[in-house]
């Protein structure tokens, strides 16, 4: 028994002596976890913001977020739009945008320079046909004015002369006009001249004359019938015809009386009507000439026909504006003396402008008159501006080799500058309308690896996704070579925020 509790203690012994405890590592291996994880949280942390909208994230394909969203996004069906909340639109701040049109880099590689210029067939200087000082000047160089508002005020002794000629001509109109009406009375009552008393005289020669032919007739035709050599009917005829011319002489005689009287009663002859009326024509024509003067001068109808005393006269006028438009040209100032004809403004009408295109001659064969011509900026790279070729210069220049072409074209919101610089494209050698869609590259965001924008829709709240292939960035925008029309509606502004609201409400497409 002793011998086998020896061998026992023994074992226990040795067993002692190889199995001491070792130190306790789980510790160790928890702190080495959390310390992974935060590094891997603030990587991933770093990574997102770092790309500002180019980070990478799956496109869903319909992502519906609502009230009672989980953080758990719904795909149900593979049309590629998201959906978010109608509050969210405006709490995002979404910017939506058209689409814009640039021109391709075949066509702008072909393209040539130009300026903008007003178009010089609707300029309109703004003339005094006055001289005088300026009182005031109230139009702004570069200020749009409309038609018929005041520009200055000028002060002039011409234009005062001007109206007291009107007065003097109205009293004198007046006068012939009352002296022609009297003499035309006097006509009126008593039309006998002394051409008329010759008429009546002349008359009375012929019927007397008519009678004693008659008497005699009638003497030799009774001592026929007497012998029987005629009829008592042809006597009785005789006789018939001198009873007739005396009643003509008669009646002669009277008419003749009465234009003898009237004649020497009437003080009004015939040529005296006829001077009263040229006097009466001279006088209105005269009248009618410095009212038009005054019309002329700048004085309203209104005005000009109220003037009827000379405590009417004014010294002062207005300078209104000619057109609608934008003054392009002041060169005076209040209190100058300005000489009558002086062009003192202008006034342009910038609805429409020129662009002076410098072609080479290599490139005249592709310019035609009448052509189409598209011109871009870059002051707005997104926009074309479509016009018509109007005119080629027949001369070269000899230092550019090149020669003028005008371009006309609409100028919509007056966003083409006077001396502006542009490009141009002409339709004639198909260049004008080789154009491509561009967006700003705010609009631009990653995912899945690809690049897409937000297209919108119908629904304020509702956004297609759409992949586009893009060229290169110029000035902060891409041309669209692939996945977007000119005109479509995007997202610009707030593009990034809408992909983050995604990324936020979506966690499982990281």
Known sequence: MTEENNEEFNKETEMGENSKPTPNRKPLYIALSVIGVVLAGVLLFWYLGSREGGNAVPAPRTVTFDDNSTGQATETTAEQTVTILPDQVEKIGLKIETVGETLSSEAMDGASTGVVQSNAYKETPVISLLGGVLRSVSGELGQYVGKGQTLAVIFSDELAASQSRYLALQTDAQAARQNYDRTAKLVKISPVSNTDVDQMLARLKTVQAELEEN???????????????????????????????????????????????????????????????????????????????????????????????????????????????????????????????????????????????????????????????????????????????????????????????????????????????????????????????????????????????????????????????????????????????????????????????ILKKDPTHH
């Open 215 to 501: 008497r005699k007739r009638h003497d030799r035709t009774l001592k026929l019938l007497e012998i029987g050599a005629v009829s008592r009917e042809e006597f009785e005829q005789a006789t018939t015809k001198v009873r007739a011319s005396e009643a003509d002489v008669e009646e002669a005689k009277k008419r003749f009386d009465r234009a003898v009287k009237v004649a020497e009663i009437n003080p009004v002859s015939r040529n005296e009507f006829e001077q009263a009326a040229v006097k009466r024509q001279t006088a209105e024509s005269d009248l009618a000439t410095a009212k038009q003067r005054l019309l002329l001068l700048g004085l309203s109808p209104q005005k000009v026909n109220s003037l009827r005393s000379p405590s009417q006269i004014t010294s002062e006028i207005a300078l209104i504006a000619p057109i609608s438009g934008t003054i392009t040209k002041r060169d005076v100032n209040a209190g100058e003396v300005v000489e009558a004809n002086k062009e003192l403004m202008r006034v342009t009408n910038l609805a429409s402008v020129w662009v002076i295109a410098q072609v080479f001659e290599k490139d005249l064969s592709s310019v035609r008159d009448g052509s189409g011509a598209s011109v871009t900026t870059g002051a707005y790279p997104d926009r074309l501006f479509r016009g018509h070729v109007t005119y080629i210069d027949p001369n070269i220049s000899p230092e550019t080799r090149t020669a003028q072409v005008r371009v006309e074209l609409d100028n919509p919101g007056q966003v083409l500058k006077i001396g502006m610089y542009v490009n141009v494209a002409f339709g004639a050698g198909g260049m004008a309308e080789r154009t491509m869609p561009m967006i700003p590259s705010s609009a631009v965001q990653n995912m899945n690896d690809k690049q897409v924008v937000f297209v919108a829709t119908d629904k304020p709240n509702v956004f297609n996704i759409k992949p586009v292939r893009l060229g290169k960035e110029n000035n902060g925008r891409f041309v669209v070579l692939e996945g977007l029309n000119v005109g479509d509606k995007i997202v610009t502004d707030g593009s990034f925020l809408l992909r983050a609201e």
